[in-house]
């Protein structure tokens, strides 16, 4: 028996977690959900955005599903998401990208994951203004954070049977930064001999996606270029609302979809809990429980096949509450 935190979030949040939890329980996933809160919602009633509780539950259990949280527009708020991954030292920032048969999109065969740096780079917010017109930002790259992250990658390739690592930089212009970055991933493939390391300039890697995508299977990355080309990435596919996420430290694992909270559609039943489960089948296969993660990654496949149950924004008219239900009348089926 697994026990996981559980964050709904603002919004759409409690809807598509919901619908995941259910889809997890119809597939036969042993977990005890311990359900804690946090966003926009929580800060109204509480004046805090993130409850101690919140932080200690997931200390206790070490790993998180987490739906969409609103930061309060305003000035003196930090994302939650970005407090989360300093404060537990989550490093990989990993967004596997598949096609999803029955998902229109422009491109087949793309099975892809991009390993983003998630700590350091040009995110660590050390901006000055040198004087009334000139803005730096610091870049900080360590050798610590580029060996870490180049790890998981291989790591996550051997695992996964993958047999290619493409390391993204710009190591021609920034030398130092980037190069050190470079430096580090090529002394972690020297412990990985069957896996094939090329090395692409991050301008040539936005073309390349673009241009034939699946000659990529695992991608390491600088935070900034890994930002970006996970958006780019996710395109490829669909969109946003169809790629999961997760932010993964050495204690400390969260899951978390890649879209906000959508207040437009919150409430309404309409928002697509693809992305959230995505996450969940992410965080099965991250927990040893294969059979179960291949399960619902199986039913949400024959349910896009079907093309029956689609939410709006992937082209249908189901709610919330019918994709869900197809899913498990799926698994049961498949069971
Ligand atoms: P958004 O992703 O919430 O919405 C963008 C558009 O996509 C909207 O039209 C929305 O209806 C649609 N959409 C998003 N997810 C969907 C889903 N699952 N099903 C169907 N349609 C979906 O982005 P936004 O409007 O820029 O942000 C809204 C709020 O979410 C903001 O407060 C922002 O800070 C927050 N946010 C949180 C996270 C996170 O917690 N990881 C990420 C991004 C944005």
Same mark, same amino acid.
């Given at each position: ?100 048969? @029955? ?8 099975? !892809? =994951? ?6 350091? +780079?040009?995110? /660590? %917010? ?99 270029? @890994? ?8 395109? !490829? =596919? ?6 999961? +996420?997760?932010? /993964? %430290? ?86």
């Amino acid at each position: 028996m697994h026990k996981i935190t559980l964050i709904p979030g603002d919004g759409i949040g409690p809807e598509v977690t919901g619908s995941t939890v259910k889809i997890l329980e119809a597939a036969g996933f042993k977990v005890e959900w311990e359900v804690v809160n946090a966003g926009s919602e929580v800060f109204e009633k509480t004046g805090v955005l993130v409850p101690d509780e919140v932080f200690q539950s997931i200390e206790r259990n070490k790993i998180a599903l987490k739906g969409p949280i609103a930061t309060p527009i305003g000035k003196g708020f930090r994302s939650i998401n970005v407090q989360l991954r300093k404060k537990y030292d989550l490093y990989s920032n990993i967004r596997e990208v598949k096609n999803i048969p @029955g998902v229109k999109s422009k491109y087949e065969n793309v099975d !892809l =994951v991009i390993f983003r740096e998630n700590t350091e +780079g040009l995110y /660590i %917010g050390i901006e000055e203004m040198q004087d009334e017109d000139t803005a730096v930002a610091k870049k900080v790259v360590t050798r610590k954070g580029s060996m870490r992250i180049a790890k998981s990658a291989f790591e996550y390739a051997v695992q996964q049977g993958k047999t290619k690592v493409a390391a993204v930089h710009k190591a021609n212009i920034l030398k130092l930064a980037d190069g050190l970055f470079l430096d580090c991933v090529r002394e972690v493939a020297k412990d990985y001999p069957n896996i094939e390391l090329s090395e692409v300039i991050v301008d040539n890697m936005c073309m390349q996606m673009v241009m034939n995508p699946s000659q990529f299977e695992v991608i390491v990355a600088p935070n900034l270029y @890994g930002d970006l080309l996970s958006d780019l990435a996710a395109g !490829l =596919v669909g969109g946003l609302g169809l790629v999961p +996420g997760a932010n /993964i %430290g050495n204690d400390i694992a969260i899951f978390e979809a890649v879209h906000g909270s959508a207040p437009d559609i919150a409430g309404k039943d309409l928002a697509n809990p693809i992305a959230v489960l995505l996450c969940a089948v992410h965080m099965m296969k991250f927990l040893g429980d294969f059979d179960r993660a291949e399960l619902v990654f199986r039913a949400i496949i024959e349910v896009m096949e079907d093309g029956k149950h689609l939410t709006r924004d992937m082209g249908g008219n189901a709610t919330t509450t019918e994709i869900t239900q197809a899913i498990i009348d799926k698994i049961n089926h498949i069971k």
